[in-house]
């Protein structure tokens, strides 16, 4: 296990090196990574892990917690592979770097060392579109999804459960906010509606910006079937977007 920190603290000081150039920040890095470094070790004890992408992993999330910055996992591949290997691991060993190997050791360290404190529900759902239905048909078939418990930080799932509905559910839900006069439920309101009965429930974001964005895609990709049969419409304005059952 020497071996593998001695190969680990090589990389990372390397990375470090090349991009962090304030000694501050220098400090503040070697910090944060101290603290990762002590948490891993006893993860590291016990699972096998490739010592480059294991590098490359830990300088993202220690970066990224030091920093509160993302590095481009891409970029920071291309940056790695400009290491002198030879000098930091040592002659003739082949290295080869690839985004999704790192991507996939990041959510590793992540699973490890989370103490799933920050846990939340989501729902995935899809509405199959048989184009040989008719709209009554269409309506009354049987669709399914499930409502998971995961941690946000980590992305563990610890249950599922299973949620039949069916498209006249979702029709129903948007007629029941609708009164005469308003030109349609507004899209915001719909939303919370078909949230209360867990047909929409996406992944939760910290940014209430991005979480709500991610509310309205959900929707519309939900309401795409609808759309394309003629049972609603969505407004084509920037702003409060209105749904309307024709």
Same mark, same amino acid.
Request: glycine residues 4%; proline residues 3%.
């Given at each position: ?17 090349? &991009? ?28 096998? /892990? ?16 030091? /920093? ?16 002198? /290997? ?25 699973? &490890? ?29 049987? &669709? ?20 039949? /509905? ?26 919370? &509606? ?53």
């Amino acid at each position: 296990m020497a071996y593998t920190w001695n190969v680990v603290d090589a990389v990372i000081a390397a990375l470090r090196d090349k &991009q962090i150039k304030a000694i501050d920040d220098r400090e503040r890095f070697a910090e944060t990574y101290a603290a990762w470094k002590q948490r891993l070790v006893p993860v590291v004890r016990k699972r096998a /892990f490739n010592r480059i992408n294991l590098a490359l992993a830990l300088y993202h999330v220690a970066y990224q917690d030091a /920093f509160d910055d993302r590095l481009d996992i891409p970029a920071l591949v291309d940056e790695a592979s400009g290491l002198d /290997f030879d000098a930091l691991v040592g002659p003739g060993m082949t290295i080869d770097l690839y985004p999704s190997t790192v991507r996939q050791a990041i959510v590793e360290l992540k699973r &490890q060392t989370c103490t799933h404190g920050n846990r939340a529900t989501r729902t995935r759902v899809a509405i199959t579109n048989d184009a040989a239905l008719s709209n009554a048909e269409f309506l009354a078939s049987q &669709q399914g999804g499930r409502v998971e418990w995961y941690c946000m930080d980590c992305g563990t799932i610890f249950s599922v459960k299973k949620i039949a /509905f069916s498209p006249a559910s979702v029709l129903k839900a948007i007629q029941s906010l609708s009164r005469p006069g308003q030109g349609g439920v507004l899209l915001k309101d719909v939303i919370e &509606q078909l949230k209360q009965e867990y047909i929409v429930c996406p992944r939760q974001n910290a940014d209430a910006r991005k979480q709500q964005a991610s509310e309205y895609m959900l929707v519309k990709v939900l309401l795409r079937s609808f759309i394309e049969r003629g049972l609603v419409a969505i407004d084509a304005v920037v702003r409060n977007k209105r749904v309307r059952v024709i």
